[in-house]
């Protein structure tokens, strides 16, 4: 495993536990948030109550300064200011005691006489007002403020007792002399204010601004963890995709570097891929094959293999000729088989094709030179047999034909003998020049030359059949080691069969040509008879002949002429149309 693979596979196994810590993180930082806002949510209520609060105790204990100062009020006109301020919304009670807890006014009246729990809870030694949270007799919560209550200043209140002292002496001051509203100054003698205000509005608020905070907060637990999950899922996706990506290029590099042809189709049975060596193999432009049926290019039914493979059967090197274009018949080797995935379901089709033809032309090269072999090593041995005995059948002849009368029978037979011989000294010529190795002398030559000079060999015999000859020499200089003399004998054996083919007359057609690949091709097409498909795969073995007085033995060794060079021979006929022979050599020259 490379270091690369052991970075990708921890990140994909510590994937999972980062998601986890971030969500915890995410998670305690949305409960921070929630406790922060509850915690300013209450500081707030507090705070606003403690100042309605106080502003409350304020306002009382200014009307009441003024009803002393103006009104000569008492207790009794506080404790109606009590009762008429409690009337204000969200005002529970207004409540006035002596430092004991006394009660000596209350806007609840059942309370006055009784005692009531004054120590605050809530403020500092700073604030003369505190506050604290309480449940009522009747059940409800009350946010209660709590301060010193001082209706009469202590510099004002020397006067109003002077100047109440002064009143009731003379009739003109209701109620007793001990009103608690008229504190006899001391130290200890003070009083105190409690406010109960309703904080349920407050409370429902803060609820609501909880039940907020906790939906906004869940959603955006859900959010950060989706996105967590969000971005693992992204992670494995673009790691499977980047491994899915490589994965694919080196399956479509190697099916498109493969030798062999391979045609797939879909599960609909339309082609789904195929590569170059598919195309070289069938000839077909199958450029725009994508998505079509197969029966539509290929041979019907797949070469007659697509009832085996409907019914499931795999094939495995099967060899067969198919032809994939019009007069093109090409031996392959055919394996088919179904492509099924791992559940079990039809994918599609796979069609793998093999070329024969290069196996099948060396398999025949491979029977032509054992053949050869036999032929050569028969020749040698049976040609210096026969030379002889010819000599003497040939002297013979000649001796007897000088005796018979002139033009008899008897000298025309003779003169039978004399050819019967000559033409058997010729075959016996061309068994050994057939059996006798190769050698070749290279030497720097032009094709193109090589060309007109050997034309001109046939001229006169041409025009005597009145047979066209049409020379096309390519521009290109063609020049390579050759061995002129042996190559011209090669040609001439291809004009002297071509001009034999056109008895009624024709055009001999002869052209020189480089190909793509820099070799030279030298091309000689006729007008005549044809020849049989059947003998085409056989003309150039020795001693096969269709004429009436051939040897077998021309083609053959224009055959080992062109393999001599190093080079390849073709043939394309079409009964009486034509036969057409192309040669092509190598371009090389010696040192």
Known sequence: MTSQQRRTKATLTASPWIIVGSALILMIIVVVLAVQNNNREKDYMSRILKEK?????????????????????????????????????????????????????????RLIGSNINTAPITGDGSDIYAWRIIETDDGRRSFEVHGRFSPVSHRDQRMNNRMHQMMRRRGMMMGSGNDWCFPSGNKDDQQSIFVGLNPEPFEEARQEDIRNT??????????????????????????AKRSLQDTSAIADEVVTSLPVGLIATDKKGMIAFYNSAAEKITGLDLSHARGKDPETLLPNHFCGLKEALDRGEAISEKEMECEFTEDNVVPV?????????????????????????????????????????????????????????????KGIASYFKGKFEPESHDQEMAGVMIEEVDRLNRVISELLEFARPTELSLKLADINDLLKNSVRLIQKEASAKDIKIDLSLSEDVLATDIDSDRLSQCLLNLYINALQSMDNGGQLSIQSAKSKDGRI????????????????NRIFDPY????????????????????????????????????????????????
């Open 53 to 109: 609060g106080t502003a409350l105790i304020k306002g009382v204990e200014a009307g009441a300064r003024t009803g002393m100062m103006g009104m000569m009020w008492g207790g009794q006109q506080v404790q109606t200011l009590l009762e008429e301020t409690a009337n204000l919304p969200d005002v529970l009670y207004l409540t006035i005691t002596n430092q004991d807890g006394a009660v000596l006014a209350s806007s609840n009246k």
């Open 521 to 536: 091709n030298i091309q000689v097409h006729d007008t005549g008879a044809g020849i049989n498909p059947e003998d085409l």
């Open 333 to 393: 080797s055919v394996s088919a088989s179904k492509i099924i995935n791992e559940a079990g379901q039809f994918v599609g089709q796979v069609l793998i094709l093999r070329d024969l033809g290069e196996v099948r032309r060396l398999q025949d090269e491979i029977r032509r030179q054992e053949k050869l072999a036999a032929i050569g090593g028969l020749a040698a041995g049976v040609a210096h047999e026969i030379r002889n005995p010819l000599s003497s059948i």
């Open 214 to 239: 906790i939906i906004i907060s869940g959603v955006l637990l859900i959010l950060g963890m989706a996105g967590f999950v969000s971005l693992f899922w992204m992670q494995n996706y673009q790691s």
């Open 544 to 591: 096969y002949t269709t004429k009436p007085k051939g040897t077998g033995l021309g083609l053959a060794i224009v055959h080992k002429i062109v393999e001599g060079h190093d080079g390849q021979i073709k043939v394309r006929s079409i009964l009486g149309q034509g036969s057409t022979f192309t040669i092509t050599l190598p371009v090389r020259t010696t040192t």
